[in-house]
T-cell receptor, first 110, second 112 residues
Framework: NAGVTQTPKFRVLKTGQSMTLLCAQD?????MYWYRQDPGMGLRLIHY???????AKGEVPDGYNVSRLKKQNFLLGLESAAPSQTSVYFC?????????FGQGTRLTVV | GQQLNQSPQSMFIQEGEDVSMNCTSS?????WLWYKQDPGEGPVLLIA?????ELTSNGRLTAQFGITRKDSFLNISASIPSDVGIYFC????????????FGTGTRLTIIP
């Protein structure tokens, strides 16, 4: 019973490099989310999806792109990483009111 | 964008004390959620509130949906070491209720 799985768990990038964070859920949820967590800022919504093939912007979408080609997967891309994108990234899927989170990806951009 | 402000930002208490925290919004919410994040983990749902004025308990935790629908409160009674973590309020923040917005968090530390 995996729930929500994020890969990788840790990553260090150089400024300007690109990468993709993968989120997979096995609960058949329609809604999926990507958040970033920074000290004192709480969880800020980057992008979200209400179903396969759909995506929408959250509060802090700049510098990120997402894709939901399959219902169970939600990918977060950084095309050209910047130090300001150093953060812990959380993916979640949602059933009714309850969101289920992955364990996070700690990304450092140097 | 939607803002959920939580206070206090952090709390330092002794084991056995009661804890109160709150969450306020600039606009009306139809659902209020309270989550807890343990160190190194993702947040987990504690309590969900669906009606203005509603008071709901989960063990030593009690949460209230403010009557203005712009605020919510969480109380923890007789705190224990495992209560340490970050507490978040959250709610669906757009008309279709798809967008799930989280607050800034309250970090709870228990002083030995």
């Amino acid at each position: 019973n995996a729930g929500v799985t994020q890969t990788p768990k840790f990553r260090v990038l150089k400024t300007g490099q690109s990468m993709t964070l993968l989120c997979a859920q096995d609960m058949n949820h329609e809604y999926m989310y990507w958040y970033r967590q920074d000290p004192g800022m709480g969880l800020r919504l980057i992008h979200y999806s209400v179903g396969e093939g759909t995506t929408a912007k959250g509060e802090v979408p700049d510098g990120y792109n997402v894709s939901r080609l399959k219902k169970q997967n939600f990918l977060l891309g950084l095309e050209s990483a910047a130090p300001s994108q150093t953060s812990v990234y959380f993916c979640a899927s949602r059933r009714e009111s309850e969101a289920f989170f992955g364990q996070g990806t700690r990304l450092t951009v140097v | 964008g939607q803002q959920l402000n939580q206070s206090p930002q952090s709390m330092f208490i002794q084991e056995g004390e009661d804890v109160s925290m709150n969450c306020t919004s600039s606009s009306i919410f139809n659902t209020w959620l309270w989550y807890k994040q343990d160190p190194g983990e993702g947040p987990v749902l504690l309590i969900a509130l669906y009606k203005a004025g509603e008071l709901t308990s989960n063990g030593r935790l009690t949460a209230q949906f403010g009557i203005t629908r712009k605020d919510s409160f969480l109380n923890i009674s007789a705190s224990i070491p495992s209560d340490v973590g970050i507490y978040f309020c959250a709610g669906p923040s757009n008309f279709g209720n798809e967008k799930l917005t989280f607050g800034t968090g309250t970090r709870l530390t228990i002083i030995p």
